[in-house]
């Protein structure tokens, strides 16, 4: 229990010490850590001991009571002051009111009345202590959230969900400086597959290592160059370029140039970036970004390596979305989670869509080029082994143009397409089996624990309990609670055969904390109570 410190302050030494006598302060939660018998000293020690309470007497020589109370209230809010006094007095009772004392108290003072004082005052501290943890605790939380909430707010910028003084607003709270006359938004994507996961158990997976370097790389490269925020968004690094003039734009696509150049030397993997319009107002930041992913979408045509500016690729031709996204999106739907079926309709429904559309050959190159990059993704997401699959040496290039028919091309993704399906549901598969194992396992090892529950034993597999519990269910054909009853019920019997344990002793081994509950479960499972079972055994 926390103590509360006090410091008493008396002229009468005799008083002092009979004060001290009256109670047992320990108990009450305070201690007594400074004595004064004048308001100067009493002031000297509690700047210096900044005690909670200070219970002072109003008549003292060189200061006051009162005039300490005063004095004490400048140096902290806080503290709490008890004023005794030999004097009914009206006018010192107002005063003291007016400086928020928090009693006043008559001598000779009682033992209950001044225990009833200090329990109130305890109370009291007890809550202000409560609040302040709570408002430190929410300070720490905020400051730590800082750079995610700054993150989020970029996010929301680039996606266009925000409004003009929103963002006004936002830029105050977080302290991000987005002023200037001109901006540019550039994203940067690395390819992680070159990069191999480290034998250290703590180190960051590929992936997160990957795209970390590479702000880390784009950021250096960019900081003598311009005035920016950067995020990592969607697995890229995004970067919002602050303009004095227009001329700088230049000098920017530059710089982002060889920030991909510089990667590719330091990460020995390809990396690119997309070049979002110019535009003079924060509110043309969410255009700027779309024009980047629209730009970092045509690498596949172009050499890695390099930055992608959309000015430059829409003054070569006019490349309209005439691929309905719909289509890819359908076979990719029914490569995870469709029938072989489905995937080969969906499939038949591209070929048709190609057939009677009118498609211009290079966005035909470059939209298929953009289906054959996801489903490649999505097998690399599920961890299978993509050589396997597409070939040790497959070039997307080579291979686009080698498919010069529909019906070629049909019959290539209908075998990759089927292979990617059966990998995932072969992963799937396995992952259940392994986190069922790993949930039997912790349940043989603590079906005692009487605290045990789904939700404990899914932090441990870190995984949610809804998926948990669905997986388990049909893994093993019963729910979570069942199957633990059934093995305690069976521990339970086990020690009835092999034990003189009593029922109640039983009961707590296998995880109950009321033996007539576990009674119930026993005889509701075994048609028969403990104590029976063991008599007629």
């Known amino acids: 229990?926390?103590?509360?410190?006090?410091?008493?302050?008396?002229?009468?030494?005799?008083?002092?010490?009979?004060?001290?006598?009256?109670?047992?302060?320990?108990?009450?939660?305070?201690?007594?850590?400074?004595?004064?018998?004048?308001?100067?000293?009493?002031?000297?020690?509690?700047?210096?001991?900044?005690?909670?309470?200070?219970?002072?007497?109003?008549?003292?020589?060189?200061?006051?009571?009162?005039?300490?109370?005063?004095?004490?209230?400048?140096?902290?809010?806080?503290?709490?002051i008890i004023i005794f006094s030999g004097f009914d007095d009206f006018e010192y009772a107002k005063e003291a009111i007016k400086l928020d004392v928090e009693e006043y108290i008559l001598k000779p003072i009682n033992a209950s009345e001044l225990k009833s004082v200090l329990t109130r005052i305890k109370e009291k501290l007890?809550?202000?202590?409560?609040?302040?943890?709570?408002?430190?605790?929410?300070?720490?939380?905020?400051?730590?959230?800082?750079?995610?909430?700054?993150?989020?707010?970029?996010?929301?910028?680039?996606?266009?969900?925000?409004?003009?003084?929103?963002?006004?607003?936002?830029?105050?709270?977080?302290?991000?400086?987005?002023?200037?006359?001109?901006?540019?938004?550039?994203?940067?994507?690395?390819?992680?597959?070159?990069?191999?996961?480290?034998?250290?158990?703590?180190?960051?997976?590929?992936?997160?290592?990957?795209?970390?370097?590479?702000?880390?790389?784009?950021?250096?490269?960019?900081?003598?160059?311009?005035?920016?925020?950067?995020?990592?968004?969607?697995?890229?690094?995004?970067?919002?370029?602050?303009?004095?003039?227009?001329?700088?734009?230049?000098?920017?696509?530059?710089?982002?140039?060889?920030?991909?150049?510089?990667?590719?030397?330091?990460?020995?993997?390809?990396?690119?970036?997309?070049?979002?319009?110019?535009?003079?107002?924060?509110?043309?930041?969410?255009?700027?970004?779309?024009?980047?992913?629209?730009?970092?979408?045509?690498?596949?045509?172009?050499?890695?390596?390099?930055?992608?500016?959309?000015?430059?690729?829409?003054?070569?031709?006019?490349?309209?979305?005439?691929?309905?996204?719909?289509?890819?999106?359908?076979?990719?739907?029914?490569?995870?989670?469709?029938e072989a079926a489905d995937l080969e309709k969906a499939i038949d429904e591209l070929i048709h869509y190609i057939k009677k559309s009118a498609i211009s050959i290079p966005f035909y190159l470059i939209s298929l080029m953009e289906m054959i990059t996801e489903i490649f993704k999505l097998g690399r997401a599920y961890q299978l082994n993509m050589n396997q699959i597409f070939g040790p040496d497959f070039n997307i290039n080579n291979k686009i143009y080698q498919l010069d028919s529909l019906e070629a091309l049909k019959q290539w993704l209908q075998d990759i397409c089927r292979k990617v399906r059966n990998g995932i549901r072969r992963e799937r598969t396995d992952t259940a089996k392994l986190l069922i194992e790993k949930a039997i396992k912790y349940i043989e090892e603590n079906y005692h624990d009487s605290e045990l529950s789904v939700d404990i034993l899914c932090q441990h597999l870190n995984v949610s309990a809804t998926y948990f519990s669905t997986l388990f269910k049909r893994e093993t054909g019963i729910n979570f609670i069942n199957y633990l009853t059934n093995v305690r019920m069976e521990k339970a019997l086990h020690m009835l055969n092999t034990t003189e344990e009593k029922t109640y002793n039983i009961a707590e081994k296998v995880g109950y904390t009321e033996p007539n509950y576990f009674s119930y479960v026993f005889k509701k499972h075994y048609g028969i109570s403990p104590s029976n079972y063991r008599k007629n055994r």
């Open 1 to 80: 229990m926390k103590r509360y410190t006090v410091i008493l302050v008396d002229d009468e030494e005799e008083v002092r010490q009979a004060i001290i006598r009256k109670l047992d302060w320990e108990a009450i939660g305070f201690e007594v850590i400074g004595y004064a018998d004048n308001g100067e000293d009493a002031l000297e020690i509690a700047e210096r001991l900044r005690p909670d309470v200070v219970m002072t007497d109003i008549k003292m020589p060189f200061m006051d009571g009162l005039t300490l109370a005063n004095k004490l209230k400048q140096i902290s809010k806080d503290t709490k």
């Open 126 to 338: 007890d809550i202000e202590i409560g609040t302040k943890r709570d408002i430190d605790q929410l300070k720490k939380y905020y400051l730590e959230s800082l750079p995610i909430m700054r993150e989020q707010f970029m996010i929301g910028l680039l996606e266009g969900r925000l409004s003009k003084s929103r963002i006004t607003e936002m830029m105050k709270t977080y302290g991000v400086d987005l002023n200037a006359p001109y901006y540019m938004v550039g994203i940067f994507h690395t390819d992680n597959s070159s990069i191999t996961a480290s034998p250290d158990e703590d180190a960051l997976p590929p992936a997160e290592l990957a795209i970390l370097s590479l702000k880390q790389i784009v950021d250096e490269t960019l900081e003598s160059d311009c005035k920016f925020r950067s995020c990592i968004y969607l697995e890229a690094v995004v970067v919002i370029a602050l303009m004095e003039n227009v001329r700088q734009s230049n000098d920017i696509i530059h710089a982002m140039d060889q920030s991909c150049k510089s990667a590719f030397r330091i990460l020995e993997s390809n990396t690119s970036a997309g070049i979002g319009f110019l535009c003079d107002d924060v509110m043309g930041l969410s255009h700027s970004y779309q024009g980047a992913k629209d730009a970092i979408d045509y690498r596949v045509l172009f050499e890695p390596n390099q930055a992608i500016y959309i000015q430059d690729i829409e003054s070569q031709g006019n490349y309209q979305n005439t691929w309905d996204s719909q289509y890819t999106e359908n076979i990719l739907r029914e490569i995870k989670l469709g």
